[in-house]
């Protein structure tokens, strides 16, 4: 058994096929969170978790749109409270996808954003699940010590930064703080950088989880096609490969994981 922790079935690219992505899932023995990134993406997440045995929600709206809607603090607050909601996120921060013109102004709105996850979190003591992505023009690594600052001034560190694509430095800076990390299926990409796998490598086995990030980033050998939560399969033996471990101790390691992280039951 496998838990993807990081889908976006809610998204439009499954439109109404979530049902047949989930009964795939189902049949390989796969669990999985439906991750919003906006209000609309956040009530369909936990609807289909909702109407589906072993799929949860989490609930949060993505840094890049923070100029598109207004984040609705009561909305999101109670909806944290229904059993199937696991975390809140994905927020974060994003310096790519922004008016370079703006930049000042829309990182300030982020932080905002991102505090205001975090104390729904905190309130709830649910874990937050987090995105972070560089600038165009930005050396490696500026948008973790973004992140790194803004969750040192809240202090709140229940928390899970999701697709991790740092260097073995800037994870040991994360899981410092109790963080966990999780990896997508670019692990498997003949490509994948050389920083990456030395995290994969290092980072002690009760600290990462599995994730699909669907429909995005599909692993080898679905690589360019629509990915979907029953590839997660594949995360987990390339990082196996990597760590030179056995398939089925990480696979298990990694749900143990995931079950304590998202208190599943
Ligand atoms: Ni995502």
């Not at 948008?143 to 709140?156: C, D, P, Q, S, T």
């Not at 987990?236 to 039951?265: C, P, V, W």
Request: charge should be negative.
């Amino acid at each position: 058994m496998l838990i993807d922790t990081h889908c976006h079935l809610s998204f439009n690219a499954f439109d109404d096929d979530w049902k047949n992505a989930v009964k795939r899932a189902q049949k390989k023995d796969v669990q999985m969170v439906c991750v919003g990134a906006a209000r609309a993406t956040s009530e369909k997440s936990v609807t289909i978790a909702e109407e589906s045995d072993g799929v949860f929600a989490s609930i949060g709206m993505h840094p890049t749109h923070v100029l598109d809607e207004e984040f609705d603090v009561a909305w999101f607050s109670k909806q944290a409270r229904n059993p199937k909601v696991v975390a809140i996120g994905e927020t974060g921060v994003d310096h790519y996808h922004l008016d370079e013109a703006r930049k000042g102004e829309i990182l300030a709105k982020q932080d905002v954003l991102l505090k205001q996850h975090l104390q729904i979190a905190k309130e709830n003591n649910l874990p937050v699940i987090l995105h972070t992505r560089d600038g165009k023009t930005e050396s490696t690594g500026e948008a973790y010590n973004h992140l790194i600052r803004v969750l040192k001034e809240f202090g709140y560190y229940k928390g899970v930064v999701h697709c991790f694509g740092g260097d073995w430095e800037t994870a040991q800076q994360l899981l410092d703080l109790g963080l966990m990390i999780s990896f997508t299926g670019i692990v498997t990409f003949k490509n994948a950088s050389e920083s990456l796998r030395e995290v994969v490598k290092n980072v002690p086995a009760d600290r990462f989880m599995v994730e699909t990030d669907a429909p995005y980033l599909a692993p080898e050998p679905f690589r360019g096609k629509q990915n979907e939560p029953s590839y997660v399969e594949h995360v987990a033996r390339g990082i196996a490969l990597i760590r030179g471990e056995d398939y089925d101790t990480l696979a298990s390691q990694t749900t143990k994981n995931a079950r304590t992280f998202f208190n599943l039951s």
